[in-house]
């Protein structure tokens, strides 16, 4: 097959009267078929790290945000445009999903415009049926339905516009052009840096178009190298020391990570080309399995490349071409530089989505170049839409919530062990621990040496009331990781629980030394103190917390019992409501309102409140036995 490099443009001709309706009704073909396909997003909250990078983000958070997004290094990545409009939309929408849902839509259905854009700037043959795949295809869903994932977007609609802008200044010699082109660039680099090797796509543009490079050119090129520099070295440093932090990414040594790219390029191409069993996380590559298959196919590649080239005079200049820009998009993801992502899979659909362009426009060019009858060519056009359509509305539904995204990937994976701690997370937050145990419990035995697999797993045993194991497993999480406040914060917790105060305290005061401005770990310090006869320091010490954490109910629980100790029923009564008014749900609180109301002889206040412990928590036994205490053995 040979593409010519300048064959005709998509437009038939015709006067301006007939060109603009025409064009209209394309855009708007367009921009409704991002909203059918994507609409069961529209509805979806927000999943797996939404809530630490956009809703939960102290940087966002913050009174002064915008210095801590541009100047500071408290993000996991230097992505500052992305934070920026990120911050934006918090302060639009606050917890509304439906409002960070609607714009991820908008700038899809602009880049699938753009799309159109730059090929027909390009006159690749096809370029409104290249779009029309781009917008619905379900490689993209990962990008468009996960909330965190909007710097892709962000990402490929600059680098879009700059590379549209490069394409005018080609043709009109205009230096305004070009200076909106690196000014494009480098707002797509504050929005995603996995579009780093933008220039060598100019480079690959500019002889696709002219058959050759000029050093004016590659001259013309260098700012766009030099910020390509800057940002790759900036997000690597953030990679090594806030998204890593010293975990273990499963890349392998150069060889291996030579071989895994070879691979991983191959799955990509065909997740482009068959987009089945789509999955949030895929399964690592065990390379002892793989044999001699990711040699293969990391070699194939170079095969495919050379071959190219010897035939660039005919077909092969196209296949260079159009496999040289997508290699370009998709090289800084293949695993050659490890990124935070990689410790749950090498290879996933976001990594691929500005590269999804190039793809989509050699299906399309191809489709053009076979099927020449144009009913034929409609039909045919129109049933692969309508088919990735279909498989675009199913996939955007499974980010509808965290339970049905992970229940899926383990459908697909069901050896990831961050898939089972994310369900079992999920399960654990709306309050099901029966189901949510067996998960993190998964987790922990597929990855043994993550600390923070086991203080997820003792938490949910904490809340289920198993406090041998919980402790247990706290115990494993601080021996892997001792500056984790919150698995000695836990731990100190589950020992009060268990009467071993002394050793409660220990780990209490670990927490307060790593994180003295954590309300909650003020409170196990507290009640250890209560309880080894020091009330006048546990107090201090719950009240700090309160200071730290109004919304402490845990702290006004603590005060409360502290107060009891001391024999004073009518001032613990007032911390007992205190934490009430914050979580009417507690069931603790309600027990002990009831026994600060029973030592001051209010038997019906405090049958009350044991009835209303019981109500939330029928197996609560103290609270059925101080009932029946007060009731005279007659607890209903």
Request: glycine content about 6%; proline content about 5%; hydrophobic content about 50%.
């Amino acid at each position: 097959m040979q593409l010519s490099a300048t064959p005709q443009a998509d437009s038939t001709g015709g006067s301006w009267q007939r060109r603009v309706p025409a064009a209209a009704l394309a855009i708007g073909v367009l921009v409704a078929t991002v909203f059918v396909v994507y609409w069961p997003a529209v509805t979806a909250g927000f999943v797996f790290d939404d809530e630490v990078l956009v809703t939960r983000n102290p940087s966002i958070e913050a009174s002064d945000a915008l210095h801590r997004i541009w100047l500071t290094t408290n993000n996991y990545e230097y992505l500052p445009l992305t934070y920026t409009t990120f911050l934006i939309e918090r302060r639009l929408w606050g917890d509304w999903g439906t409002g960070y849902h609607l714009v991820s839509l908008v700038l899809h259905a602009v880049n699938a415009l753009l799309v159109w854009c730059v090929l027909r700037q390009l006159k690749i043959p096809g370029a409104w049926l290249a779009a029309l795949l781009f917008a619905v295809h379900p490689v993209a869903a990962s990008s468009v339905a996960w909330i965190s994932e909007q710097k892709n977007l962000w990402g490929l609609l600059f680098w879009l516009t700059s590379l549209s802008n490069w394409l005018r200044f080609r043709d009109s010699g205009r230096f305004r052009w070009y200076a909106l082109s690196l000014i494009a660039f480098l707002m797509a680099l504050l929005g995603k840096t996995s579009i780093v090797l933008g220039p060598p796509v100019i480079l690959m543009c500019i002889w696709w178009q002219t058959g050759r490079v000029r050093p004016k050119d590659w001259l013309l090129a260098v700012p766009f190298v030099l910020l390509s520099l800057a940002a790759g070295l900036t997000t690597v440093w953030f990679q090594w020391n806030r998204g890593i932090a010293g975990a273990s990414i499963p890349i392998g040594d150069y060889f291996e990570r030579f071989e895994a790219a070879g691979y991983a390029l191959w799955f990509y191409v065909a997740k482009d080309l068959v987009p089945i069993h789509l999955s949030m996380i895929y399964p690592n590559w065990d390379y002892s399995q793989l044999t001699i298959w990711p040699s293969v196919a990391a070699l194939a590649v170079l095969a495919v490349a050379v071959i190219s080239w010897w035939f660039r005079k005919s077909w092969g200049r196209t296949a260079l071409f159009a496999g040289g820009c997508y290699v370009a998009m998709v090289l800084p993801v293949l695993g050659f530089v490890e990124m935070s992502y990689m410790k749950f899979s090498l290879v996933a659909d976001h990594f691929q989505y500005s590269a999804l362009p190039v793809a989509v426009a050699a299906v399309a060019a191809i489709c053009v170049w076979a099927v020449r009858n144009d009913q034929a060519r409609t039909i045919v056009a129109g049933s692969v839409a309508i088919f990735l359509g279909a498989l675009t509305w199913q996939q955007a539904g499974f980010y509808h919530d965290d339970e049905m995204l992970w229940t899926e990937a383990l459908r697909l994976n069901p050896g990831s062990w961050a898939a089972h701690n994310n369900l079992g997370k999920a399960l654990a937050e709306r309050k099901d621990l029966k189901d949510a145990i067996p998960h993190f419990s998964e987790a922990v035995r597929l990855k043994p040496d993550d600390s923070n697999l086991h203080y997820m797993l003792g938490t949910a045993l904490m809340q289920n009331g198993d406090f041998d194991r919980a402790a247990g497993e706290f115990a494993v999480a601080v021996n892997g990781n001792p500056q984790d406040y919150r698995a000695h914060s836990n731990l100190a917790h589950v020992l009060n629980e268990m009467g071993q105060f002394k050793q409660a305290l220990e780990h209490a005061e670990a927490a307060v030394v790593l994180a003295p401005d954590a309300a909650e770990t003020h409170d196990p310090l507290g009640i250890s103190l209560a309880a080894l006869g020091e009330s006048d320091r546990a107090i201090v010490q719950f009240q700090t917390a309160i200071r730290l954490d109004p919304r402490d109910a845990t702290a006004q629980l603590g005060w409360c019992l502290t107060l009891m100790h001391l024999d004073r029923p009518a001032e613990a009564a007032d911390h007992a409501r205190a934490a009430l008014a914050i979580d009417p749900g507690f069931p603790e609180a309600h027990f002990n309102l009831g026994n600060a109301y029973a030592v001051q002889k209010m038997r019906n206040a405090a049958a009350r409140e044991y009835r209303e412990a019981i109500r939330l928590r029928p197996e609560f036994t103290e609270a059925w036995a101080n009932l029946r205490a007060v009731t005279g053995g007659r607890p209903q």
